[in-house]
Each structure stands twice: as C-alpha cells, then as structure tokens.
C-alpha cells in the first residue's frame, strides 16, 4: 500500500514533529511526512524540517487579519498543492473553523500534554500540578470542532512524583509524546483506527 502523505503543522520548537519525521524514516512505517507547515516564520522547528530535507512553508497567520477562513484556505491550498492525505497538528497554536475541521473530518490528529478529557486548552502541567492529580500524561486523538475533545487514538499516563515541577513534569509527559505520536499515526495510516472505533472505544 502507497505511504499516507503527512503535512506537520507546527508553531514553535517542533520536537513531536522531530519524532514523527524519524518514525518516518522506517521503511515499514505506513507515512511519510512529505511538508512542514508552519504558522509562524520564526519557528524553530523549520529549520529542522529543512535540514531534513523536507519540504516547508509558513502561512502567517498575521497576513490575514481576523479573517480565519481565508488563512484556512490558504492552508488548505498549500495541503492540497503536496497531495497530503492526513494532518498532524503538533505544536500548532491557531484554533481551527468548524469549515476546516470539517474538511479534514477523520484525517487530522493532535497531541495534547494531557490525559483528555482531563485538563483541556493550556498550561496543563501547572494545572494538574495545582489540581494535586496523581497522574498526567500525554493524548493524541482526531481533531473536532470542539477543542481538545476528539475521539481518542492513543493515550500514555505519566505518574506525579513528589517534588515534580512545571519542568521535570513537563519533560517527561515530552517523552512520553514523542513515543506515542508515531504510534498514533501509525495505526491511523494503516486505518486500523478510525474516528468511529476510537469514539466507540471511550463510550
Ligand atoms: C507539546 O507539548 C504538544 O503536546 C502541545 O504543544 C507542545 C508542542 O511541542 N500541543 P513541540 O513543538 O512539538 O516541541
């Protein structure tokens, strides 16, 4: 079977997209990650990608004012010009229309620092910190209108160790990330997960 196309879309530092361009480089592994987009000109993670000899382009979100759709669009365009297959949001800060979430329905995934359904949105390691929570972790699910909140492909936990800080906590839930992502693409290129299956899975 033909490698799914990948598009990494990143904002920042780009570790996860890192550890999904070298899962990518098995020869068995069912994707390849053929563009790295990014957001922001000044990510860090571009000149990775670029070092890696993959392909990169920025859509700045700047350029385009409020209006989100016509930034979607373009995005939408620059997916559509490298025939990407499916999406991975890794460190991607832009929230996303119902119109485009649509469009890549079941064909776009995210990893969230967190044990979804628990601690949704930002700084995750503070607050489950501050909550007093035994356990973290790290969630990578497909992409819905609602945030943070898609069906679930796979999910690690991190145990809470005593004098843990926003920093050791938030390193290790890292390593655990860049471990579960290539998982999580894996399956879903090889369609062995689907949104229906994750979704009937967490019912
Ligand atoms: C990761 O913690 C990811 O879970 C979250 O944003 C961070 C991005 O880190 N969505 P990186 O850019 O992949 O290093």
């Known amino acids: 079977m033909a490698k799914k196309r990948v598009a990494v879309l990143i904002s920042g530092r780009g570790s996860n997209m890192v550890a999904l361009t070298e899962a990518a480089k098995a020869k068995d592994y069912p994707a390849e990650i053929v563009l790295v987009l990014s957001n922001r000109p000044d990510a860090a993670g571009l000149a990775h990608a670029k070092n890696a000899g993959i392909a990169t382009t920025i859509v700045d979100h700047t350029l385009f004012g409020d209006d989100r759709e016509k930034f979607e669009r373009a995005l ?3 997916l559509a010009a490298h025939k990407i297959d499916l999406i991975c949001l890794a460190g991607f800060m832009r929230l996303l229309t119902p119109w485009f979430v649509t469009r890549w329905n079941g064909r ?3 990893i969230h ?3 979804l359904p628990q601690f949704k949105g930002l700084h995750t390691h503070r607050r489950a910190l501050e909550a007093g929570a035994k356990q973290h972790g790290a969630t990578v699910h497909f992409i819905v209108p609602e945030m943070d909140s898609g ?3 796979v999910q ?3 145990p809470i160790l005593k004098g ?4 050791t906590l938030a ?3 890292l390593e655990v990330e860049h471990r579960i992502y290539p998982q999580a693409l894996r399956l879903v290129a090889e369609g062995r997960v689907t949104p229906a299956a994750a979704g009937a899975a967490a019912r």
Not at 164 to 167: A, K, L, S
Request: proline share 9%; charged share 35%; aromatic share 0%.
């Open 164 to 167: 843990d800080t926003e920093e």
């Open 171 to 173: 390193r290790r839930v």
């Open 108 to 110: 776009m995934l995210n």
């Open 156 to 158: 690690e936990a991190v």
């Open 151 to 153: 069906p679930i492909v």
């Open 113 to 115: 620092p967190a044990l």
């Open 76 to 78: 939408d365009a620059e």
